[in-house]
């Protein structure tokens, strides 16, 4: 299905996401790249989850923190599209986010705990999408998206902060 999407589906900003999305699946797609992401963030040093690479620059919390807050907003996007809900749904701040999210006050296991918990919630939320569901077009942030290209952007957007942490962090 990753094949079929087309450019029509999502805002071009999001076509770096979808392109790191690796399985045509999305429910495959979602449950293989949260072990991935589970025995990742594993690996981390504890002394490098508040560790910023440049003044201004988020920690390694944050930015899981910023992946979970993602997962939880985009799988309600997808959510309404589904359900063929053509209200349109205004974007998010990012940058508010993160400094009112307290990660670098969490520990490592319940960050771990929180992620499992929203992805398991977002994998049964795409199990129960049929294909007509999921290629349904709402607006979020004044652009088109379909409940697809929301899904694909969740794997897509864990892999490149993923990418940014081995490099910029680790």
């Given amino acids: 299905m990753l094949s079929q999407i087309s450019e029509n589906e999502?805002?071009?900003y999001y076509a770096m996401y979808i392109s790191k999305a690796?399985?045509?699946?999305?429910?495959?797609g979602l449950q293989n790249s949260?072990?991935?992401f589970v025995d990742f963030?594993?690996?981390?040093?504890?002394?490098?989850?508040?560790?910023?690479?440049a003044d201004g620059k988020w920690t390694v919390a944050e930015v899981l923190q910023h992946l979970i807050d993602t997962e939880r907003i985009f799988s309600y996007r997808a959510l309404r599209f589904a359900r063929n809900d053509q209200t349109p749904i205004m974007g998010f701040?990012?940058?508010d986010y993160v400094p009112n999210s307290n990660a670098n006050h969490y520990s490592k296991e319940d960050m771990l705990s929180d992620f499992v918990a929203v992805r398991n919630s977002s994998i049964t939320l795409f199990k129960s999408f049929t294909d007509e569901m999921l290629t349904r077009i709402g607006e979020a942030s004044k652009s088109p998206m379909?409940?697809?290209a929301a899904g694909y952007i969740l794997s897509g957007h864990q892999k490149h902060h993923c990418e940014i942490i081995k490099e910029r962090y680790l």
């Fill in 10 to 12: 999502y805002n071009p």
């Fill in 22 to 28: 690796e399985y045509p699946d999305i429910v495959l």
């Fill in 34 to 36: 949260r072990e991935e």
């Fill in 41 to 53: 963030v594993q690996s981390i040093p504890e002394d490098k989850m508040t560790y910023a690479y």
């Fill in 93 to 95: 701040e990012q940058d």
């Fill in 146 to 148: 379909s409940a697809r």
